[in-house]
């Protein structure tokens, strides 16, 4: 089945620099879309960042400019590059995957990871 990994969450001070990755794994042939989200303590999931498979990224108005989106179609994986991280970047961060096809199926639905835990703290 259809699984999401995300790796390289942790503690860094503010003003750090983070890489977050996310495989996707199950015979999957194409990802129309990838992303990140995040939740923090207290505060709905909001979006981060997204990519499609021709590299068209998305960004939140509060990481433009510090996080950068990437993926490698052919690994099925997505990153996140987080630079000149703030406290207000504290969540747990979630990858998305919509539009999954795989050897048996096409999947429109979304697909999560379970998360990583930013901490962004001095």
């Known amino acids: 089945q259809v699984q999401l990994v995300e790796s390289g969450g942790g503690l860094v001070q503010p003003g750090g620099s983070l890489r977050l990755s996310c495989a996707a794994s199950?015979?999957?042939?194409?990802?129309?879309?990838m992303g990140w989200y995040r939740q923090a303590p207290g505060k709905q999931r909001e979006l981060v960042a997204t990519i499609t498979t021709g590299g068209i990224t998305n960004y939140a108005d509060s990481v433009m400019g510090r996080f950068t989106c990437s993926r490698d179609n052919a690994k099925n994986t997505v990153y996140l590059q987080m630079n000149s991280l703030k406290p207000e970047d504290t969540a747990v961060y979630y990858c998305?995957?919509?539009?999954?096809?795989?050897?048996?199926?096409?999947?429109?639905?979304?697909?999560w990871g379970k998360g990583t835990l930013v901490t962004v703290s001095s």
């Open positions: 199950g015979s999957i042939f194409s990802i129309n879309a």
């Open positions: 998305h995957a919509i539009g999954i096809a795989t050897a048996t199926k096409f999947y429109g639905m979304d697909f």
